[in-house]
């Protein structure tokens, strides 16, 4: 059949419509006219593959990269960057209405990665049967990958290296320096995070940064505060973070859920409170503990658009939103981070 894709979905696919039904075409852009070829059917919608481009669209340019459209890993190459930040900013804020129920949403400017390739510090491949590489998009099978070009050189030589060894079956993590902690994979875009975070807080009494990691928050904004908490479920961050703390940092090791009931039944009113999830975003327990408590002022940030409209529709009777900040922090993928801003009712 033959489709106009008149938006993108979150996750990279292309949304077009024929007789009522939805159907989802990767690699195609807005104002595209399309002949796809259906894969599979659903009630309410419909996955295709792209078979020919009758109307191109002037945002398309040739991906730099051999693997694309079989990767599973990027699914923006062939979209202009300032295309694709355009894309994903209203993503956020679709998502934050339709998800969060959130009538209205105070979004800032997307905020770019200073290098839209070579930018990650880290991969993760996997090897079977002598075939290094990532999952061939939408299939379980592995695609043979000699370079990434999202990835630093220093991560690619790596890579080369990894290669050129006999390696057992299995995952392997490919980076610019070895951790026993999760770290930002964008260093770029991080300090652009960090930048945008201290803008928004407002210096006072406490800091508490929950899901700290090894502190990078905590780290950079503890001369901002009388006194900074971390708390941290990963030992090996927890222990770091303690190696480098000034006296006004303590750094707690356990269950966010757990422990934040107890840190802010002190000074809550006067406690500046950081939520740096996971993509599941925050659970239950800690949403019910933030609407007892209510600190004066949450700083979210996520990486899954739609468990953080979930998390802003349960907090939104309060909290105010301030203001929704979208950042790149994976160019050329459909990933998205994003830095919310809120106050105490």
Sequence with gaps: M??????????????????????????????????????RRKKNFAEAELVSLETRSPDRVEPPCPYFERCGGCAYQHIAYPAQLALKASQVEQTLRRVGKLPEVPMRPMIA????????????????????????????????????????????????????????????????????FFELTNRGVAREMLAVVEQLITPGARLVDAYCGAGFFSRHLRGRFEEVIGIEENEFAVEHARSVAKPNERYLAGDVASLLPEVLAEEAGETTLILD?????????????????????????????????????????????????????????????AVAHLRRS
């Design 277 to 337: 999830p996971p993509a599941i975003g925050v659970s239950a327990r800690v949403i019910d503990t933030l609407v007892a408590a209510r600190p004066r002022e949450l700083i979210y940030v996520s990486c899954n658009p739609a468990t953080l409209a979930r998390d802003l529709g349960m907090l939104r009777g309060s909290y105010r939103l301030e203001s929704v900040t979208p950042l790149d922090m994976f160019p050329q993928t459909a990933e998205i981070e």
């Design 2 to 39: 033959q489709l106009t894709i008149h938006d993108i979905a979150f996750g990279g696919k292309g949304v077009g419509r024929s007789e009522g039904l939805v159907v989802f075409v990767p690699f195609t852009i807005p104002g595209e006219t399309a002949t796809v070829e259906i894969t």
């Design 113 to 180: 990665s200073p290098q839209p390739y070579g930018y990650r510090n880290r991969i993760r491949v996997h090897v079977a049967d002598g075939v290094v590489g990532f999952y061939a998009w939408g299939a379980e099978a592995l695609l043979d990958i000699e370079q990434c070009p999202i990835a630093s050189p220093e991560v690619n030589e790596r890579l080369r290296e990894l290669r050129s060894r006999a390696l057992p079956d299995g995952d392997y993590t490919v980076a610019e320096q070895r951790s026993r």
